[in-house]
């Protein structure tokens, strides 16, 4: 499991910082997880124009950093079944595929930009932020889910690299975003099935058919 998190959050109630990646390791780890590795995400570069914050003080006492990396900090579960442990180690990338999407992620610090102009939603990953992270930890047919979907980046780059993809996000309003890009490059997008709750759409992509499944429950606030 990839967890990504800023390196410092605000309790703003006990008026106190967290260094978030470290509590959520050991949170992980409480609940059974164990921790394999970590990599820094840079996602702009210096601190001119697009950086998320401008300069907050000139005093020398309150400097604050411009916080332009993120943490992916990567966990494990459960033991792996022997039998298909060997059968997906049979699957190799191609070394011109290797070389140019894999080779230059092998390394603790991915330096992928946001591009200011993305505008999926306001917290969305870059698209090539899930793409190297799938191509380097999953499997084509392999399910990917992210319970925190909010644009649906994740399930959208699932689709185009041939993974299979559950999304979980709690903004109603989000949904309709989320559906969009799923589909997003689709043909022959047909509805099958509508009702208040669910909504059933087949479709292809790339001659892949696409099942999409969306269920809205009473959790969604
Ligand atoms: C930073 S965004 C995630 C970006 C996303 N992974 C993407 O691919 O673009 C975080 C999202 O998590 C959602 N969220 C927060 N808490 C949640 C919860 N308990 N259950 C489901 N979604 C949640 C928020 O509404 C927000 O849309």
């Known amino acids: ?8 959050t605000i309790d703003k109630r006990m008026k106190k910082r967290y260094a978030l990646s470290s509590h959520i390791t050991r949170i992980l780890e409480e609940a059974g997880f164990k921790y394999y590795e970590k990599i820094y995400w840079v996602k702009q570069s ?7 914050n401008s300069i907050k003080s000139k005093n020398p006492l309150y400097f604050g950093v411009n916080q332009h990396v993120e943490e992916i900090i990567l966990v494990t579960k459960g033991k792996i079944n022997a039998e298909e442990l060997k059968e997906k180690l049979k699957y190799k990338y191609k070394t011109s595929f290797f070389e140019k999407h894999i ?13 200011p102009r993305y505008r999926y939603h306001q917290f969305a990953f870059p698209p090539k932020l899930v793409e190297v992270a799938l191509n380097c930890f999953t499997l084509p047919g392999e399910t990917v889910l992210d ?3 909010g644009g649906g ?4 780059v ?4 041939f993974r299979n993809s559950i999304l979980i996000e709690r903004k109603k309003e989000n949904i309709s975003i989320i559906r969009e890009n799923i589909l997003k490059g689709c043909n022959n997008i047909q509805t099958i099935k509508q009702t208040d709750i669910t909504r059933e759409i087949k479709a292809t992509y ?15 606030v």
Do not use: Q
């Open 147 to 149: 319970c925190f979907a």
């Open 153 to 156: 980046t994740t399930g959208a």
């Open 206 to 220: 790339k001659e892949v058919e696409v099942e999409y499944h969306e269920e809205i429950t009473d959790s969604s």
């Open 1 to 8: 499991m990839a967890v990504n998190v800023s390196p410092t």
């Open 158 to 161: 699932a689709k185009t690299l």
């Open 46 to 52: 210096g601190i001119g124009k697009g950086a998320s």
């Open 103 to 115: 080779r230059p992620y092998l390394s603790s610090v991915w330096t992928i930009y946001v591009n």
